[in-house]
């Protein structure tokens, strides 16, 4: 890792994120993962400060910088997580979606964030931006649930760039209606029909409505929380 070729730059994809980052690190199967991923508290620093704390493969980017995130204490006992700093906070846009395997499953989940500063709700929006990646659980387990006492953020700044950030295999197309259902992912009553919506930020359109899916219990308080 010290010396790294000419050009080189940590530019993993979602999928890789989830299934080999995070999954690693929640099961500790790799102790070295920490020298590429360090586990810090995102929300207890300014966004413009983390750059300096980032992995191995990071430092030096301008761009992007990521981080394992612990389950704050009030997260443990049920309540919603702090997302306030000294000078401003982050706050949560659009609606939560799917992390997928090249193979179109579901690993995941993916919410983003902007950092404002000031007091909310009148903060002054920046450039600072972070993906907060949770695992599901893996099957054979019938429920799928989210793995909460770990995340995996990526913070960035906007650069202007159109580049996207999950880059997928040339022609993969986003799986079918009937292919989504067939993952079959229950609710207490049984096998719900899952509805489409569109996907916010940088996933594909095509997947089902994440409110449908009652395996991901804590989903949506997930996604209200603010700090």
């Known amino acids: 890792m010290e010396e790294m070729p000419t050009g080189f730059r940590f530019y993993p994809t979602e999928e890789e994120l989830v299934s080999f980052y995070l999954h690693n690190k929640l099961e500790e199967k790799r102790r070295d993962i920490n020298r590429v991923i360090p586990l810090i508290n995102v929300y207890q620093l300014e966004p413009w ?26 997260e443990v006992q049920g309540g919603r997580p702090s997302r306030t700093t000294a000078s401003g906070y982050w706050k ?14 579901v690993i995941g989940v993916k919410k983003s964030m902007v950092f404002y500063k000031g007091k909310a709700p009148t903060g002054r929006k920046t450039k600072w931006k972070m993906n907060e990646y949770r695992a599901i659980e893996d099957f054979p387990a019938s429920i799928p649930k989210l793995r909460h006492e770990l995340s995996l953020c990526r ?9 996207a950030f999950d880059r997928r295999p040339t022609g993969l197309e986003p799986p079918p209606r009937e292919a989504m259902i067939n993952q079959e992912i229950y609710s207490h009553g049984g096998a719900r029909e899952l509805s489409e919506s569109s996907m916010s930020g940088e996933s594909y359109a095509g997947a089902p409505d994440l409110e449908m899916i009652n395996g991901l219990e804590n989903l949506l308080e997930w996604d209200k929380s603010l700090g």
Do not use: I, N
Request: glycine residues 8%; proline residues 6%; hydrophobic residues 25%.
């Open 49 to 74: 400060h983390l750059p300096k704390h980032s992995g191995d493969l990071c430092r030096g980017d301008s761009e992007q910088w990521f981080f394992f995130v612990p389950s704050q204490e009030r």
């Open 155 to 163: 913070v960035y700044v906007v650069s202007g760039s159109s580049r």
């Open 92 to 105: 949560a846009t659009g609606s939560p979606s799917y992390v997928y395997s090249s193979d179109s499953k």
